[in-house]
């Protein structure tokens, strides 16, 4: 289908066919897998637009196309994973310069900040970013990059995107933005103002638990192009199946979402009233204090959430861990059967205890990505779990 002079309207059909004209070689309908090293060239620096597979790749070309597409932005980039993503980010700054950072993020990202980044003379000032006089008060003449998630990972906090896109052009410093929790499909960050939107490809946008893989997408050309140079010098980019995969995986991003989306709605609900369940951290509940800002910015409310117990214990959530049979216990999250984790010892464990506490990640703290299963059998198995 091609689709240059035709507006495509809806989501959906824009997923399908994104970055996903036929092949003008052969007229395959899926972009092909160029699996090379490196392009002929006609003369010294007369090619085809591709040279060095690091520099550029078809394949990956068409899904940086698509990734640019899906996020209503002008430039995307793919790299080997998320982490790689949000370092390229980090790379466009200088020793001294400050960076405004979630104090609820990521374990991953918080220790490629602290443990790499802090090393070479970058500071990293971690604010409630829900809390926007907070982020105000951080800002300084250094400060060259706020850096926020929402949802963020795993309390399911709500920045306000657009708020915090007047303070970074204040400061005229960039505002990034994690998305992987909501995707593009329910969220997007270029259309409130962000300059970067950050993904882990891992997640929502592959779908099926098969690959790593991160993305960048901007508006700016001269941005992009700093990106690019990092891209290219540093060399974490991703392979061509690894981007034949996430391509493939976009094409069904918005009929996954709207399960994702059902199923934690019925999860929450249930959650929200078993006896012996304490807590429920979902940005679709009215009780969620960010649930306002959250309906404003997001299409719908995702799939993931977290909870505690009454019995906020280790002990106590271990036995729920290991006890489900739906839900495998597991990292990462967005792909199409439920996990279920435990953030202190896994994902969140390269965080002090101290840290984590401080913004209620407490060691009883389950964390849920919802599949695509009938909800009726999430619950069950959550319900014979919590039993």
Known sequence: ?????????????????????????????????????????????????????????????????????????????????????????????????????????????????TKVFERFGIKFIYVDTTNTAAVENAITGK????????????????????????????????????????????????????????????????????????????????????????????????????????LRGIKTLHVRMRQHCENGRQVAAFLHAHPKVDKVFWCGLESNPGYEIAKKQMKDFGGMMSFTLKDDSQEAALKVLTSTRVFSLAESLGGVESLINHPATMTHASIPREERLKTGLTDGLIRLSLGIEDPEDLIADLNQALA
Not at 70 to 92: M, P, Q, R, W
Request: proline share 6%.
């Open 1 to 113: 289908m091609a689709t240059e002079n035709f507006r495509l309207k809806k989501q959906g059909t824009q997923y399908v066919h994104a970055g996903a004209e036929p092949d003008p070689s052969t007229g395959a309908i899926m972009t092909p897998i160029f699996q090379t090293s490196t392009f002929v060239q006609d003369a010294p620096g007369v090619n085809k637009g591709f040279e060095y597979a690091r520099s550029q790749n078809p394949t990956r070309t068409k899904l940086e196309e698509a990734l640019a597409i899906i996020e209503n932005g002008n430039y995307g980039l793919a790299f080997s994973s998320g982490v790689a993503a949000t370092d390229a980010v980090i790379k466009l700054l200088n020793p001294g310069d400050e960076v405004i950072a979630a104090a609820d993020m990521y374990g991953g990202t918080y220790r490629l900040f």
């Open 143 to 246: 400060t060259k990059l706020i850096w926020v998630e929402t949802p963020t990972n795993p309390m399911m906090n709500i920045t306000d995107i657009a708020a915090m896109a007047g303070i970074a052009k204040k400061a005229k410093a960039w505002l990034c933005v994690d998305n992987t929790f909501a995707s593009p499909y329910l969220q997007n960050p270029l259309n409130l103002g962000a300059d970067i939107v950050m993904h882990s490809s891992t997640k929502y946008l592959s779908g099926h638990s098969d690959v790593i893989q991160g993305a960048l997408v901007m508006n700016n050309k001269e941005l992009r192009d700093q990106l690019y140079f990092i891209q290219k010098s540093c060399g974490a980019v991703p392979g061509p199946f690894d981007c034949f995969l996430v």
